[in-house]
């Protein structure tokens, strides 16, 4: 069921990517190749319009090649019938929406799952309002009360009691300033989170187990919100890798996320039922598709960032970059990944098996 579930996510978070640049390449009058589901040697595929659609031996991952690109080409008969034309030969607006459309569609995935999660009866989502202080706690040593509304943390606004467990894990210590909304005052604390033995992390000390009941104009805000905070998550998490913050233990590969997410996240809700499996899982496919977004947005080469960034400059140049030393500088990056996703497979392997 693991594996099942897995791949089900995975693979309908990366279709969403691929059918952006499909879908936005066709736009822009740019033959598309091929269009793949998986990696790998193909087990079946079929022609039509001029692209071949085709389905790979392993389930992870997907591509949409377009004619020109990398060196790709079309058929004769293709060309005769003047199916599309070259990347390089559409106009700078439609390659840099083609290349941008993957990403953008990762977030539009995610927002109609946001929005499918807000509207359920099992929806998790909890306003940062304090319902309870543990006794001896951090908060309670800061003076923090029933009934406050964290609305700030260290300055930056809090929407969500879940993001107030971002600047727990991401805490090295110091002293940590809390807004709080209290009988239509602002109030401001300070305080030093506690780490919990059992948890195995800093915490405030604070609960709330109230979830909201969104509908109509709200459930539109709770799913920007829910939105924003794994926004949020993504490039605090990118930032605290960056800044060695945080341990090789906390990063996941396909398999890691397979086994440590899918699959743990499996075993502790399916004992409540079918809706709490879909619900935690819809959550897993909108953490991901945020990611995946947002990766791909880096400035990097071999990524849709990197390839805008030669876009920007061909728009700034007023002519491209010559081909074969933009392809030379995609090269370097591709090897540079595939590099560290055998370094990303090894690790996951010691994080589940090297206990």
Do not use: W
């Not at 009941?213 to 709770?222: F, N, P, R, V, W």
């Not at 140049?317 to 370094?343: N, Q, Y």
């Amino acid at each position: 069921m693991t594996v099942i579930l897995f791949f089900l996510i995975f693979g309908i978070v990366v279709l969403g990517h691929e059918f952006g640049h499909f879908l936005l390449g066709r736009a822009s009058g740019i033959n598309v190749v091929e269009f793949a589901i998986g990696m790998g040697p193909t087990l079946c595929s079929v022609k039509k319009g001029g692209t071949k659609f085709s389905l790979k031996l392993f389930p992870i991952g997907g591509a949409c090649m377009f004619e020109g690109e990398d060196g790709l080409t079309v058929s004769e008969e293709d060309v005769l019938n003047k199916k599309g034309g070259k990347f390089q030969e559409a106009s700078v607006f439609g390659r840099l929406a083609t290349v941008f459309a993957g990403p953008f569609f990762n977030f539009n995935l995610a927002f109609v799952v946001a929005m499918i999660m807000v509207n359920s009866s099992l929806c998790g989502i909890r306003d940062s309002v304090v319902l309870d202080v543990t006794e001896n706690s951090a908060a309670m040593e800061a003076g923090m009360e029933k009934g406050d509304k964290i609305i700030a943390v260290n300055g930056e606004k809090v929407y969500l009691f879940d993001e107030i467990q971002l600047y727990t894990q991401l805490y090295d210590g110091g002293d940590m300033k809390v807004t709080v909304m209290r009988n239509g005052e602002k109030k401001e604390l300070t305080l030093n989170p506690k780490y919990d033995e059992e948890y195995q992390r800093y915490m405030f000390g604070i609960a709330n187990d109230q979830y909201v009941e969104a509908g109509g104009l709200s459930s539109l805000k709770y799913s920007c919100l829910l939105m924003r905070y794994y926004v949020k998550m993504t490039y605090k998490s990118l930032g605290a890798l960056v800044g060695r913050k945080i341990s090789r233990k906390d990063v996941a590969g396909p398999v890691g996320i397979a086994v440590n997410v899918v699959g743990k996240t499996y075993n502790e809700v399916k004992k409540y039922g079918v809706g709490s499996v879909v619900f935690a899982m819809l959550n897993i496919m909108l953490m991901l598709s945020v990611n995946l977004g947002i990766l791909n947005l880096l400035p990097l080469p071999a990524l849709d960032g990197g390839r805008i960034v030669f876009l920007l400059v061909e728009l700034i140049r007023g002519k491209p970059i010559p081909p074969e030393k933009e392809g030379v500088v995609h090269l370097a990056g591709l090897v540079f990944f595939m590099i560290l996703m055998v370094f990303i497979f090894f690790n996951d392997l010691v994080n589940i098996f090297g206990k």
